[in-house]
């Protein structure tokens, strides 16, 4: 997870360059949501693995008093043509009317703007005749190969408030022409279509965006919004007749503003994650990468990606330790062991827990902070399956996934002492009986990734308990196997009050 010391970041793009990974982001002042924000200019910060990043200065500042971007510069994307970048970019006026700019540089560092800025303006099937807070950002440039064009997809609202994709096409990444909306959302819980990425992928195109209902700026209640949530959508055109495949929502709840880039064959998905004080947004940070999967059905996946210098500590493995001197609650466990045809140190071991309608719990008692917890859960007769982290060794206090075999979901749940679990989120997930499926929670801070089968399914931030045990959670017929616990190497290690921040007052 990334931010600058002092600052949040959100709408972002990356671009490589000469074996380099360079972000350049939307940024402002932590903690300032619940009373306002200032977006000026773009912060940049540079990688080698899209997980560790190094900042430099910002760039791109706001235009002079009067100018069509004067309050701001955001959600920039970049694209490169004959070794030179072109940045196009969302510049707001005082009357909140948004437009689309151009700025290209031979490097990535030293940026200039175009003089016949803005290049994009949505055309008069937009919201455009209000002329106040017109939606027009959130660019994303595409070379059409097959057409020999530039396309660029962006935010906008049609005349009649419905949100849309607009689209407009370019020969020279500089003069521009209107192509109106691509999609066009009918629902009207959706109040707006953010952050589009197209990706092509063998004939086929991929629309990636975050689809939104609810306040139309920071600083509100994740509970005010009705749809907040990464979704895609297919075509055989990349300019329209797109259509929602089984999987259309990705993740929901708490992440917006996914990236797509494809590097050396790889496309990679990093995301923003929306951060809580009490009870309101007020920060965000950039998501680790992860790896977009191209199903033989035409849909996709997101996995876990670890880069290749990102190293684990085994904390617990199932299949070299036994678990006789872990804590049992709720009735006796078992281990047996299965498959012995494995390498001779290595046994399939079964953990069962006691059966029956009343919740078991397994705790080891190692206590941490980070790690990643992982396992296959196989039931019978519709019953629950978990992994717990973050707790007491009484199980009585933590945090708890579940695979729940009768209600067909996936859940994260918060254990509170002396109350009944308390939903966090749920997704519905398909899980056959008497099948192994995996689940896996990655805890980095506050910052909860949990798996289903090798895909990604809930994103969520947690502040309530910092530290923990880890165990399993039975209720029914369950059993467990290759139980693995692992600590991951940070992103970057800080020595405690080694950073400092750079004064950016909300107010002048």
Known sequence: MYHFPGEYVTDFCIVRREGLYHLFHIRGERWTWPVGYRELDLGHATSTDLRTWTPHPPVLPAGPAGAWDECGNWAPDIIEKDGRYYCFYTGSDRNNNQAIGLATSPDLFEWEKYAGNPVVVPGPWSDIATGRDVAGRDAMAFYDQLADRYLLYYTATMSDGRACLALAQSHNLIDWSDLGPTYIEEDRSYNRLESPYLVERDGRYYLFYSAKGGPKSKGFSPRDFAHFDIVYQVSDSPTGGWSKPANHLLIEGTTCASEHPTFDSTTYMLYIIQEEIEGIWGASVLSDPKRLDWLEDGTVRIREHLPQNVRAQVLYDSSTTGVADWVQHGGPWYE?????????????????????????????????????????????????????????????????????????????????????????????????????????????????????????????????????????????????????????????????????????????
């Open 336 to 508: 047996t062991i299965g498959d012995t045809t494995r390498a001779s140190a290595e046994v399939l071991r079964l953990i069962s827990g006691p059966g029956g309608e009343h919740e078991a719990f397994l705790m080891n008692t190692r206590w941490g902070t980070d790690l990643s917890l992982a396992a296959e859960i196989w039931s019978e007769g519709g019953g629950i399956g978990s992994l717990v982290v973050r707790a007491n060794p009484s199980a009585l206090a933590g945090y708890r996934i579940s695979l729940d075999f009768g209600r067909q979901s996936i859940g994260f749940y918060l254990l509170f002492p002396g109350q009944e679990a308390q939903t966090i989120q749920e997704r519905p997930v398909s899980l056959e009986s008497s099948t192994w499926h995996s689940v896996k929670v990655v805890v980095q801070g506050k910052f909860f990734e949990i798996y289903v089968d090798d895909t990604l399914s809930i994103v969520h931030d947690q502040r309530v308990y910092e530290e923990g045990c880890f165990g399993l959670h039975a209720q029914g017929q369950i059993q467990f196997r290759n139980v693995h616990a692992a600590v991951i190497t940070p992103a970057l290690a800080v020595p405690p009050w080694s950073q400092q921040v750079r004064p950016r007052h909300l107010f002048p």
